[in-house]
């Protein structure tokens, strides 16, 4: 059964940097999406960023843009959401999946991780 492992939450302050990271396990894909989301208490689940593996391109919501970045490693088949100058709107707990639809819809979606807490302090 196809698991996806994400590691990296926790607690930090403003304009503080945390890496997420996410490995999906027993797979023998080629070529697919994977996706960062977040929910926060009270608020539906939102696109954070995604990326496709095989060409490596990027997609991101606005409100990360300049702030956050996607990316892969090959050789450890993981993806990276590095987060930077984060900020207490940002705390949430963060969601990778793996899909092959849309790339900034949860319904594009079809493997989903455990989830991972952020949390920023002001």
């Known amino acids: 059964q196809v698991q996806l492992v994400e590691s990296g939450g926790g607690l930090v302050q403003t304009g503080a940097s945390l890496r997420l990271s996410c490995t999906p396990s027993?797979?023998?894909?080629?070529?697919?999406?994977l996706g960062w989301f977040r929910q926060a208490p009270g608020k539906e689940r939102e696109f954070v960023a995604a990326?496709?593996?095989?060409?490596?391109?990027?997609y991101y919501e606005d409100s990360v843009k300049g702030r956050f970045t996607i990316s892969r490693d090959i050789a450890k088949d993981t993806v990276y959401l590095q987060m930077n100058s984060l900020k207490p709107g940002d705390t949430a707990v963060y969601y990778c999946?793996?899909?092959?639809?849309?790339?900034?819809?949860?319904?594009?979606?079809?493997?989903w991780g455990q989830g991972t807490q952020v949390t920023v302090s002001a």
């Open positions: 999946a793996v899909g092959w639809g849309s790339p900034t819809q949860s319904m594009g979606y079809t493997y």
């Open positions: 027993r797979h023998t894909w080629n070529n697919y999406r």
């Open positions: 990326i496709t593996w095989s060409n490596d391109f990027r």
